[in-house]
């Protein structure tokens, strides 16, 4: 099992940056893949970015270029550094920690809004 909470969300206006957070209550080397996804209102949830347990990452190919996922391991802490907000990327986002097929887990959520 695994509890995430995350950090950073706001109002932010185009152009700007945002930087998320999501702290794990275990090793998060010892997790399979950790994520952040979003749902934007009407919309299905979708992945925006992951790393996996040996640090390869991938990205939506909307964000490629503007967001950066990375992890800190001292801290247990994955962080979403978004670039070049637009409004499109306006959401609730998610953490999500990926032990298995049947043990997925998502922290609270926390609003992004990109606007002017």
Not at 67 to 85: C, E, H, P
Request: charged letters at 15%; one cysteine or more.
């Amino acid at each position: 099992q695994v509890e995430l909470v995350e950090s950073g969300g706001g109002l932010v206006q185009p152009g700007g940056s945002l930087r998320l957070s999501c702290t794990a209550s275990r090793n998060i080397f010892s997790i399979n893949a950790m994520g952040w996804y979003r749902q934007a209102p009407g919309k299905q949830r979708e992945l925006v970015a992951a790393i996996l347990s040996g640090g390869s990452t991938n990205y939506a190919d909307s964000v490629k270029g503007r967001f950066t996922i990375s992890r800190d391991g001292a801290k247990n802490t994955v962080y979403l550094q978004m670039n070049s907000l637009k409004p499109e990327d306006t959401a609730v986002y998610y953490c999500n920690a990926y032990l298995g097929r049947y043990n997925n887990h998502w922290g609270q959520g926390t609003q992004v809004t990109i606007s002017s």
